[in-house]
């Protein structure tokens, strides 16, 4: 019995140690690239947890035991945490003290709602006895071993089983892993964790008392805490589970509401520059309604000894065609806007960028709404320019461009946004975008995801592809009017 018992908590134990990688490893990168890192924290973690059980031996009358086994247990699990990954992060506390939580909440449910009926063998085996189905001391030994193994099994399948879905769960719930939470989010995310510790660790004082000389459990004097005590971990455990996703959802809805003012500041900034381009249009039709009187001006300054003052009225002549010049000409106002406003932004850093809108060509009858076609194109095209500065700050000497493109197929419209960058693209296996290296990594994505939201409103999605040094964005939309 002693040789399976032991066999049986090394195989927890390793179990332990496949879950803690895997939780870990789920919200922190890790340190060292070596393949060999997954041996080493479980190494060190039976090691580490053995040395535990050496230096905290039963003891259920001392409380400074139980103390003890769950501080060592803490310090262990933030050591292989900072050691093997980089854990400086507020959500590494949460990690650690939910880790060790399920992990006394899997054992406390699984001892008593195993253990209780497991207690009732004796009296099986003497049963068996009386009726003569076991005959012999031989029997009833294996009766014994078998009976107690079983038990045991079913114990540390229990708590594996636990472990591993509530541990699961929380993984699938938190979706925003690289969040940077402040001091009181992670107040709010880690104040179940801590309560479920303080039960756990009041369980564990007050359970088992001795009475003579011999360990005897709380339940056994009161057997309606059989039913009670379980139903208080599982809540405790639930709790834990739906104040992740609830944290979960906080963290959308923050991340909507930035969206939605930046949403409203594009179009707020679509709407003035629109204005202006309806302004410099209006001035260039004025111009041509004009040019007739302008020529017979310069015929007449022409024929004259005024050369001088020629020169001087083709001169402001062409500082007015210069100020109403139009690089960019689609025939739509909004993506004519932006494109102007946006190519004269960048080039005042990057003065040799090329913007290539040669094959931008809307259909004339776009039943996609202009300030949705502009919140795409202005996504697309912001994070293209940011690219390319960040290529040129790398390297000063590099050619940097932006093409944009569109294309008509049957009742699909497809926008395309090609860019320079440097080549330098990480992407989390858990993220659905590309990680930002901007300070403000709470807001990363924004662009991207107003993007994907605009085009799921035509019934479309966004792609992005990589070749090489060139980072392609691909946005497809059906032409038909917007569902409600």
């Known amino acids: 019995m002693f040789k399976a018992e032991d066999v049986l908590y090394a195989a927890l134990l390793v179990f332990q140690r496949y879950?803690?990688?895997?939780?870990?490893?789920?919200?922190?990168?890790?340190?060292?690239?070596?393949?060999w890192v997954g041996l080493y924290v479980a190494g060190l973690y039976v090691a580490l947890r053995t040395a535990v059980v050496w230096c905290f031996p039963p003891g259920y009358e001392d409380y400074r035991v139980a103390a003890g086994t769950l501080a060592l247990s803490l310090c262990i699990l933030s050591a292989l945490a900072v050691c093997f990954y980089q854990a400086l992060r507020p959500v590494t506390v949460f990690l650690v003290v939910s880790f060790q939580l399920v992990m006394n909440i899997s054992a406390y449910m699984a001892v008593i709602l195993v253990g209780k009926p497991g207690n009732k063998l004796p009296d099986v085996w003497n049963w068996c006895v009386r009726k003569r189905i076991i005959t012999s001391e031989k029997s009833l030994a294996l009766a014994v071993w078998v009976g107690t193994v079983f038990v045991l099994v079913l114990q540390h399948l229990m708590i594996a089983l636990l472990l591993h879905f509530s541990l699961r769960k929380m993984v699938h719930s938190f979706q925003e892993k690289n969040y940077a939470m402040n001091q009181t989010e992670l107040l709010f995310i880690l104040t179940p964790s801590a309560v479920g510790m303080m039960i756990c660790m009041l369980l564990r004082i007050i359970m088992i008392t001795v009475e003579d000389g011999v360990p005897k459990m709380l339940y056994d004097r009161y057997p309606v805490l059989v039913?009670?005590?379980?139903?208080?971990?599982?809540l405790s455990l639930l709790s834990i589970l739906y104040g992740v996703k609830l944290f979960q959802d906080m963290i959308y809805w923050n991340k909507e509401k930035s969206g939605r003012i930046v949403l409203e500041n594009q179009i707020s900034s679509l709407q003035e520059h629109m204005e202006e381009m309806e302004r410099i249009y209006s001035g260039i039709r004025g111009m041509k309604?004009?040019?007739?009187?302008?020529l017979a001006v310069i015929q007449r300054l022409s024929t004259g000894e005024g050369n001088g003052e020629l020169q001087e009225y083709l001169s402001e002549l062409n500082k007015g065609l210069e100020k109403l010049r139009v690089r960019f000409r689609t025939g739509n106002t909004v993506v004519d806007t932006l494109l102007n406003m946006k190519y004269h932004e960048a080039v005042r850093d990057m003065p040799d960028l090329r913007m290539d809108t040669d094959k931008m060509l809307l259909p004339q009858k776009i039943a996609i709404h202009s300030y949705d076609v502009g919140v795409i194109l202005g996504n697309e095209i912001d994070n293209a320019i940011e690219a390319c500065r960040k290529l040129k700050v790398k390297e000063p000497e590099a050619i940097v461009y932006i093409r944009i493109s569109s294309l008509q197929k049957g009742n699909l419209l497809i926008l395309n946004v090609e860019n320079s960058f440097d080549g330098q693209l990480v992407q989390r296996r858990q993220e659905e975008f590309p990680v930002t290296d901007k300070a403000d990594r709470e807001n990363h994505g924004i662009g991207l995801a107003n993007i994907k939201s605009t085009a799921e409103k035509y019934q479309g999605t966004m792609d992005f592809k990589v070749k090489g040094r060139v980072f392609i964005l691909s946005v497809m939309m059906k032409n038909e009017k917007e569902e409600k």
């Open 289 to 294: 309604h004009d040019m007739k009187n302008t």
């Open 227 to 234: 039913v009670i005590i379980p139903a208080i971990l599982l």
């Open 19 to 35: 879950c803690l990688q895997y939780f870990l490893g789920s919200f922190l990168e890790t340190r060292m690239k070596s393949r």
